[in-house]
C-alpha cells in the first residue's frame, strides 16, 4: 500500500510542473497511508526530474522520518498538523503558484465570481495567517482558516497556497483550478469591479458540480 502511495504521489508532482504551478524545487504533494498512521511527501529540494517512488519519503503524523533516506519536505510539519486535525483530508499541496500567490501577497481572500470557484470551493478561496517554516504554525493556520470552510484551498498570507482533498490527487486538483481561478480573477479586475455570484446560485452551483456531475456509478 505503501509503495503504490510513493508510486502515485511521485507521478502527481509532474502535475504541478505540467501547470506551471512550480518552479525549481519548490512546492510538495503529500498523501495519507491508508489505515495508518502515517503519510508520505516529497523530499526536501529534490529537483522534479529526479524524483522517483523510492525517494518519497514517508513520516508519522508527528512529522518524524519513519522510511526512506532523505530528510522531508521543509513542509513536513504543515501536513503533518493538517493530517493529525482534520481526518477527513487524505491528500495535501503546497505551491507558490503565480497569481494565487499575488493575492497572498496582499492577504486578499479570491471572490466567489465564477461559477468554476462556486463548483469546486463552494465560496471564496480564503486567505490564512501568515505563519514561519518548521513548526506547527502553518499547519495550524490552514486548520483553523478551512475548518468549517467549503474551500479546499487556502491563501496563506505572504507565502501560498496550500490545498486538501479526500485524495492527494483531489487537492493537486484543488491547487490546479487555485490557480486558474486566481488568473482569471485578476484580469477581470483589471477591466474594473467583477460581479459577485449570489449566495444561493452559489449553493447551487456547488451542489451540482459535487453530486451530479461527471460520471456517477449506476448500481
Not at 36 to 50: H, M, N, Q, T, W
Request: aromatic share 6%; hydrophobic share 40%; glycine share 10%.
Amino acid at each position: 500500500m505503501i509503495e503504490e502511495l510513493r508510486r502515485t504521489v511521485c507521478r502527481l508532482h509532474a502535475e504541478l510542473v505540467r501547470y506551471g504551478l512550480v518552479v525549481w524545487t519548490a512546492g510538495n504533494v503529500s498523501g495519507r497511508v491508508p489505515g495508518e498512521d502515517l503519510f508520505v511527501i516529497k523530499p526536501s529540494g529534490v529537483s522534479y526530474d529526479d524524483l522517483t517512488p523510492e525517494s518519497i519519503v514517508v513520516c508519522d503524523l508527528d512529522g518524524n522520518l519513519v522510511e526512506g533516506d532523505l530528510a522531508p519536505s521543509s513542509d513536513t510539519a504543515a501536513h503533518a498538523y493538517v493530517y493529525r486535525h482534520m481526518p477527513e483530508v487524505n491528500g495535501v499541496v503546497h505551491t507558490h503558484s503565480t497569481y494565487a500567490s499575488a493575492w497572498s501577497a496582499r492577504g486578499e481572500a479570491i471572490p466567489c465570481v465564477l461559477t468554476a470557484m462556486a463548483d469546486e470551493f463552494g465560496g471564496e478561496i480564503p486567505v490564512g495567517p501568515f505563519a514561519l517554516i518548521g513548526n506547527d504554525d502553518i499547519g495550524k493556520g490552514i486548520v483553523e482558516t478551512l475548518t468549517g470552510h467549503r474551500s479546499r484551498a487556502v491563501l496563506m498570507q505572504n507565502h501560498g497556497v496550500f490545498t486538501i482533498g479526500e485524495s492527494p490527487k483531489a487537492a493537486v486538483k484543488a491547487a490546479v483550478m487555485c490557480e486558474d481561478v486566481a488568473r482569471t480573477v485578476h484580469l477581470s479586475r483589471q477591466l474594473g469591479e467583477p460581479l459577485p455570484i449570489a449566495p444561493g446560485d452559489v449553493d447551487s452551483l456547488y451542489d451540482r458540480y459535487q453530486n451530479v456531475y461527471g460520471q456517477r456509478s449506476h448500481l
